[in-house]
């Protein structure tokens, strides 16, 4: 296949012709063997030395995931990514192979709740970490300190779609020097590219939209190689030896697989990799869907606020609009006092109440009694997440089906 220039889809379909693939498969194959062998026992050593390409041990890299890999790379156009077994595990990547006791990071107050909870594990094991209002790059700039070596935000934030500031957020941390850090879950490389903002390193959750259809875990990091390895303290004189741009995934694929092992499996990154090649399709879907759908709960008096950025009304609508190509699929909203969210919920036919994001079908939740009850009533109100707080992850039905559920639901 030649190397002329194609669209996201056309790209990201075709992705694994433009290597040999074994018999011709459309597909790459699964390789489910963990093991790797060599007729020379002197290439084996050049590859376990990163001396040529190759491959070791199941655990750092597989020709099928590797091939997701590729493909991964390609969506955010990357010079490389590195595949983990869930989107956690590439988030608990970052402090595992990057960061060390007396360091520092700025991070968005408004976070996934899981990722909330890492940060309070790794500031328990002596990284400090300053919780900001992220949708102000002036809240970033005030936290920082001569010991910041990553800020990291997510581009829409789940539940409450709070956009963060994150064209000057990066401007920030390129004239300080400091690795940006960008999760681009609830936005996808086809809404978004982080790197046209310059993140350094750019974290999909494979799980949610990129997989897109709930029947694998996957996370991924992309090193964009906009940021300049050579400058980091923290990576072991052995990774110095590889090119500069190549020395933050070294270190990763070394400390964050080989030693902590979260390593995705071949399976998992097959369902993957053919889940990815209709992301453009249902993102385009899923976003109309859930424009729709926002602005018809708008339009209801029996709702007391709805979160989308593809609202007017959104108070980042604006950077919304100039950075992504869509609002998303993601919205959340709060009925008034007098309708109980668990009976709402109840009542929809369609909307499954569950907890993932990004799958074919539409999903709800009542966020502050499940996941984010943990958290605590006063951490809940510091984020803005009322006790009626529905998320909706927006599904790929038809529109007026969808309409028509959840205004039934209220109407009952």
């Known amino acids: 296949m030649s190397d002329t220039k194609y669209g996201f889809t056309t790209t990201i379909v075709h992705n694994d012709r433009r290597k040999t693939v074994e ?12 093991a790797f062998g060599y007729n020379d026992a002197r290439q084996l050593a050049s590859v376990f030395q990163g001396k040529e390409p190759g491959f070791r ?6 020709p099928t995931v590797s091939a997701l890999e590729d493909k991964i790379s390609k969506m955010e156009d990357g010079v490389g990514t590195l595949c983990f077994a869930t989107g956690m595990g590439a988030i608990g990547a970052l402090f595992q192979a990057l960061l060390k006791s007396g360091d520092h990071i700025v991070s968005s107050s408004f976070l ?39 800020v990291f935000v997510e581009t ?31 936005t996808t490389p086809y809404l978004f590219r982080p790197k046209a903002v310059g993140a350094g390193l750019v974290v999909n959750s494979l799980t949610k939209s990129i997989g897109g259809h709930g029947n694998a ?27 500069p741009q190549a020395q933050g995934l070294a270190q990763l ?9 979260a390593a995705l499996g071949p399976e998992a990154a097959h369902h993957i990799a053919v889940g990815a090649e209709t992301l453009a399709l249902r993102m385009e879907r899923t976003s109309s869907n859930a424009l729709a759908l926002a602005r018809m709960l708008e339009a209801d008096e029996r709702v007391a606020a709805v979160h989308y950025p593809g609202l007017a009304s959104h108070p980042q609508h604006g950077i919304a609009q100039e950075l992504f190509r869509t609002g998303g699929s993601l919205l959340s909203f709060e009925l008034v006092d007098a309708i109980d969210c668990f009976d709402y919920l109840n009542r929809l036919q369609l909307g499954i109440p569950a907890s993932n994001l990004g799958d074919t079908r539409t999903l709800v939740i009542p966020v502050a009694h499940t996941i984010f009850f943990e958290m605590g ?3 809940r109100a510091s984020m803005g997440i009322a006790e009626s707080l529905i998320r909706v992850s927006v599904g790929i039905e038809d529109t007026e089906d969808l309409l028509a559920d959840f205004r039934n639901a209220l109407d009952a």
């Open 253 to 261: 694929r070394a400390k964050a697989l080989r030693d902590f092992g």
């Open 112 to 150: 996934f709740g899981n990722t909330n909870s890492l940060w309070q594990t790794v500031a328990g094991q002596g990284v400090d970490v300053a919780f900001v209002d992220a949708t102000a790059v002036a809240n970033v700039e005030a936290a920082l300190t001569p010991h910041t070596r990553m």
């Open 57 to 62: 041990y199941g655990r750092q890299g597989n």
């Open 156 to 186: 829409i934030a789940n539940p409450r779609t709070q956009v963060a500031d994150l064209a000057r957020i990066g401007q920030l941390c390129r004239e300080r020097g400091i690795l940006y850090v960008v999760d681009n879950t609830m």
């Open 377 to 379: 009533a006063e951490r």
């Open 217 to 243: 875990l996957g996370g991924a990091l992309t090193d964009t190689g906009l940021f300049d390895w050579s400058a980091y303290p923290h990576i072991a004189p052995n990774f110095r030896k590889q090119p």
């Open 23 to 34: 018999q011709g498969s459309l597909h790459k194959p699964v390789h489910t063997s963990v």
